[in-house]
């Protein structure tokens, strides 16, 4: 996949004059406004009537998975049906958005997008594009890490640097053409390292494999790398400064004096052409989802920052996105 330098992804009401009338002319608009029939109310939404499908591009325990089922849980209260989380990994995560996408446009079935969603179209040429989707909302940015094993005698990025510097390090990522494998090829592009990167389906089985050894090293979400903590040591955050939730690592910056920033957004989205009304409940329902403390404290504990866009932010920033990795990545 080719790979341009990248140091840095994320990235009045005119006045109405009215004309003095005369008494019958008054009339006449009264018995005229008298004549003319009331418009009917808008009918009220029954949306939702029945559970609603949140379907899940990567394998249980991931950053993905734990968001999705962490907002899930907060719409369940706020809609009043079921919330389901259904995994369904495959292909990078192309094949539960390519999914997604061919169902109704009904509100009943919607997904979590990361950022691969703006990525995969041009890395894998799947048919993943922005028109295909109604993006409803951003609900989490989480920052990038690079760990090893507890068990490893790397101890720090400058070591795996070195090591790498000298031979092919293998390096396990949440699939091909994911922002965590671009991350790999961009440190190694920057380092003049040779990292060769083995994709998995999620970050949490990316994150396994560097902890028993299959692979030297994993880039995962942050809060991937803490769920097995005690199995891996941290290296390097991808960050532009440190996170409270593992204050002794330090950023890529501090470690070699390179920069290099990478973050994982997600969000929900559903298939294209939802009805105005189903659009507009599942957006705020999202927003206060977001807004709970409960989804708040979670995505604190799990070292993933809260980053909310609503429907119409979300929807211009997946398509900036999308030019940008074209750009980067075509």
Excluded at 148 to 175: C, F, K, M, R
Excluded at 220 to 230: I, R
Aim: charged letters at 15%; aromatic letters at 6%; one cysteine or more.
């Amino acid at each position: 996949m080719p790979l341009k330098s990248i140091s840095r992804v994320m990235l009045g009401l005119g006045a109405l004059t009215i004309a003095a009338a005369s008494l019958t002319g008054c009339a006449q608009a009264v018995e005229e406004e008298a004549a003319t029939p009331e418009a009917p109310e808008a009918a009220v939404s029954t949306f939702p009537e029945r559970d609603i499908r949140l379907i899940i591009q990567a394998n249980p325990g991931g950053g993905s998975d734990l968001s999705s089922r962490a907002l899930a849980a907060e719409l369940e209260g706020i809609l009043g049906v079921s919330v389901i989380a259904e995994n369904m990994p495959g292909a990078s995560g192309a094949l539960a958005m390519e999914y997604v996408a061919g169902q109704p446009a009904d509100g009943y079935v919607i997904g979590f997008g990361p950022v691969e969603i703006s990525m995969l179209n041009t890395t894998q040429g799947a048919n993943v594009l922005p028109e295909n989707y109604d993006m409803l909302g951003q609900i989490m940015l989480a920052p990038g890490v690079i760990s090893v094993s507890a068990d490893s005698d790397i101890q720090t990025l400058d070591e795996l640097i070195a090591q790498a510097q000298s031979g092919a390090v293998t390096v396990s990522n949440s699939g091909a053409g994911s922002i965590w494998e671009a991350a790999t090829l961009a440190l190694a592009g920057a380092t003049g390292s040779v990292f060769t990167p083995v994709a998995y389906d999620g970050g949490a089985t990316a994150v396994s494999a560097a902890a028993s050894g299959e692979t030297v090293a994993a880039v995962s979400g942050l809060g991937e790398a803490l769920a097995q903590e005690g199995a891996v040591r941290i290296l390097a955050i991808l960050n532009d400064e440190r996170h409270p939730k593992a204050a002794d690592v330090p950023t890529v910056e501090e470690a070699i004096g390179s920069e290099a920033v990478f973050g994982g957004w997600g969000g929900i989205y559903a298939p294209a052409g939802l009805p105005d009304d189903v659009r507009s409940i599942l957006e705020d329902a999202i927003a206060q989802a977001v807004a709970s403390d409960s989804y708040q404290e979670f995505q604190a504990n799990a070292g993933n920052l809260v980053v909310y866009r609503n429907s119409a932010d979300f929807t211009a920033f997946v398509s900036q996105q999308f030019a940008l990795f074209q750009d980067l990545l075509g």
